[in-house]
């Protein structure tokens, strides 16, 4: 029995032993789980590490001159490590005694909070211990630069808590100029423009960050692990800021005007095929402006821009030349069931040289033309476009342009119309690009420049990429067909629908468009009316070739192309024209005077003062004082003195306005002005005597 109990007694004391051990247990994990939790969790936290990829610093886009047109510039984030050894120290005393400091800082720095606001919010983010508490996110350079002198932040990262993650964002300086060309970096790759198209070159190679994860499920930098990032290489484009806002201004001032819904402007230079300048701007809900699409790039009926093609391809197949008469039928020729109508009314004679149909855009014209010496072969038609290479894309460097459409016979759409409205710009998708490149082309003797926008890619201001101009057809036709396309293109300057646009101070070259554009479902109903104005200057030393395309609102009171997109040419011009003589000796003068000066009698002394600025050819000496009159003879200008006898009626005929007024005036005379320009013709002739309170009525032409 003793045997027995001594067992039992071991056995009992063994099993007391194991459960005393397993509540032993039982508290421990307790405690653990309970009264530890949160330090352990933060160790088996910060066991947790790993890399996170460090955006290179991208490239910067310039303009030729060196301007920029797309940057990066830094932004920051800024974070708090309340854990930090020096917030901690003798109960938090460095964080108390710069709480309120610090408070009143960052609240008149941001102004989005009270002082008030500020404490509180940095004072639960020490009592949770968040070591990587948010303060304040996208903190631009000058301002985080001020933030490192503030209170507690300036005792350093280790003492004073302060994190900043630095990261960069895009910007275009110059804003709307370009915008759509220049693009900006996005995520996900929905870059557009330069920005996308060279994105290899601008975005560089990323590098590498070591991090470890904190409480919260966020990460802090483990310093001494980096790998650091190769920056992006900069783009030296071949745009020209000047040109672009000269361009950007005349467009916008027309859209403006004519409550257009979008448009584009293209500047190329001539030699080389470079963009120096490129607008896009369509109407946004409000009512206001902005470059939203590529405009250039976008295919479209062009209208009667696309004659040159049409007369390139009669006068190189030698059918006709320019002086071959062609009938325009009074606007109006029919065509199986449809009818081919000219945009305006052309009175006088209609048996016309097909020069002067092309001067003014005839439709009719271009349409007999095609199919007199196509019909039968309407592909041989077809195949001039293609050696113009209007069925291809121009190749410019940047992503998104639009695939044209030139039909043959063997098109789903072709008909027996096809023709004859293809021979004026209906029935063919080309983009604006695609016609500056063949007038540029004309303009350029017959070789055809590529486009183009860039012309290095730089790294540390060293030229790692040069691209260079690339001619893409030596000679888009002969010799004798180019002189005559070039003084067709002249005419329409001169003689044609872009007359009233001529400048005496120089020559250029141009065609007009007006083309009816379909708005969906609703047809042709809503009279839309694209406008365009395709051409070069100077005429006789080709620099620039311009392009300007507008899409007018529905039923607009003004839509030709003179009227539309021809002051948008006349304005770049004009202004690129002006900036050249800047650079230039004195100018002188290439036309003739009487279409320089408007003739008038006048003053001697204003006379001088003009012709000296002028650096014009005079007769004889002109006196000061004296009134004279002007005429033009062996291009130079003469004077011949005009005698005023005390008491009687000035002779002003031939005189202006203000100098007429001046001599009646002073004469005593009450004076009635009727029209403007010149007088032509005045109620009392010159010498007349002059009586008491006399009216005289002088009318100006």
């Known amino acids: 029995m003793d045997v027995k109990k001594d067992i039992l007694w071991r ?108 404490a509180q919010l940095l004072q639960e983010g020490y009592k949770s211990k968040d070591r990587y508490f948010l303060l304040k996110r996208d903190v631009p ?15 350093g990262k280790n003492k004073g808590g302060m994190i900043a993650e ?22 996900n790759s929905q870059s557009v423009g330069l920005e996308r198209t060279y994105n290899e070159y601008l975005k560089g190679v990323t590098g590498k960050r070591l991090m470890r994860r904190i409480a919260g499920g966020t990460y802090v930098p483990v310093e001494g692990y980096d790998i650091e990032p190769e920056n992006g290489r900069d783009v030296i484009t071949t745009i020209d800021v000047n040109m672009q806002d000269i361009v950007e201004t005349a467009l916008m001032n027309m859209m403006v005007q004519n409550e257009a819904d979008h448009g584009t402007c293209i500047l190329m230079e001539v030699k080389t095929g470079k963009i120096k300048a490129i607008a896009n701007l369509g109407r946004q809900p409000d009512g206001s402006y902005w470059e939203n699409m590529n405009y250039a790039l976008q295919v479209g009926e062009p209208g009667s821009t696309f004659k040159l093609a049409t007369v390139i391809s009669v006068l190189e197949d030698k059918y006709a030349t320019m ?38 855009s005839s439709n009719v014209a271009m349409a007999k033309l095609a199919v007199q010496h196509y019909g039968r072969q309407p592909n041989k038609f077809v195949g001039h476009l293609k050696r113009l290479r209007l069925d291809q894309n121009t190749g410019i460097d940047l992503v998104g342009e ?27 998708l080309i983009s604006p690009l695609q016609t500056c490149m063949l007038y540029n082309a004309v303009a350029n003797n017959g070789k055809m420049m590529k486009p183009y926008l860039v012309n290095s890619i730089m790294e540390y201001g060293q030229v790692v990429k040069q691209f ?9 036709c002969s010799n004798s067909t180019l002189k005559q396309v070039q003084a067709m293109l002249e005419g329409v300057a001169i003689d044609g629908t872009a007359r009233k646009l001529r400048n005496p101070y120089y020559s250029f070259a141009a065609k007009t468009g007006t083309a009816l554009v379909a708005n969906g479902s609703r047809g042709y109903a809503d009279k839309i009316y694209q406008s ?14 311009c392009v300007v395309v507008i899409k007018n609102k529905p039923h607009a009171l003004r839509f030709y192309g003179a009227n539309v997109a021809g002051p948008v040419f006349r304005e770049v011009a004009d202004k690129l024209y002006a900036i050249a003589v800047e650079k230039q000796k004195p100018m002188q003068a290439n036309v003739q005077l009487d279409t320089l000066l408007a003739l008038k009698n006048g003053k001697g002394g204003e006379w001088k003062q003009i012709l000296n600025t002028l650096q014009m050819p005079v007769n004889g000496t002109v006196a000061n004082n004296s009134w004279v009159s002007a005429s033009v003879s062996n291009r130079k200008v003469n004077f011949q003195p005009v005698t005023q006898a005390k008491g009687a009626v000035p002779d002003v005929t031939g005189m202006g306005l203000k100098d007429a007024l001046y001599l009646l005036e002073n004469a005593g005379l009450r004076v009635v002005i009727k029209g403007a320009g010149k007088v032509k013709i005045q109620s009392l002739p010159g010498g007349t005597k002059i009586g008491n309170e006399q009216t005289i009525v002088i009318e100006l032409s």
């Open 468 to 476: 260079e101009p690339t001619a893409l057809l030596d000679s888009i």
């Open 11 to 118: 056995v009992y004391l063994c099993l007391i032993g194991m459960a005393l051990f397993g509540v032993a247990i039982l508290a421990k994990v307790f405690y653990i789980q309970n009264v530890k939790g949160s330090y352990w969790r933060n160790m088996a936290d910060s066991l947790h590490t790993g890399y996170v990829a460090l955006d290179a610093e991208r490239g910067t886009i310039y303009s030729e001159e060196g301007r920029m047109l797309s940057t990066s510039i830094p932004y920051f984030d800024i974070r708090i490590d309340f854990a930090a050894d020096g917030l901690r120290d003798k109960k938090g005393k460095v964080f108390r005694e710069n709480l309120d400091s610090l408070s009143l800082a960052l609240s008149q720095m941001f102004g989005d909070r009270s002082k008030a606001a500020y």
């Open 166 to 187: 630095s990261k960069s964002k895009r910007i275009n300086p110059f804003k709307l100029l370009a915008n759509r060309t220049i693009g900006l970096a996005r995520e």
């Open 141 to 155: 350079f000058n301002q985080y630069q001020q933030m490192r002198t503030f209170p507690m932040f300036r005792l």
């Open 532 to 545: 365009s104005f395709a051409g070069y200057f100077p005429a006789n030393d080709p620099q620039y070739t």
């Open 323 to 360: 002086n071959t008469m062609v009938n325009m039928d009074g606007g109006r020729w029919q065509v199986g069931r449809r009818t081919v109508f000219d945009s305006e009314p052309h009175p006088g004679p209609q048996n016309v040289t097909i020069k002067h149909a092309f001067e003014l």
């Open 402 to 428: 639009g695939h044209p459409v030139i039909k043959t016979t063997s098109s789903k759409t072709w008909s027996n119309t096809s023709l004859p409205w293809m021979a004026f710009g209906y029935e063919v």
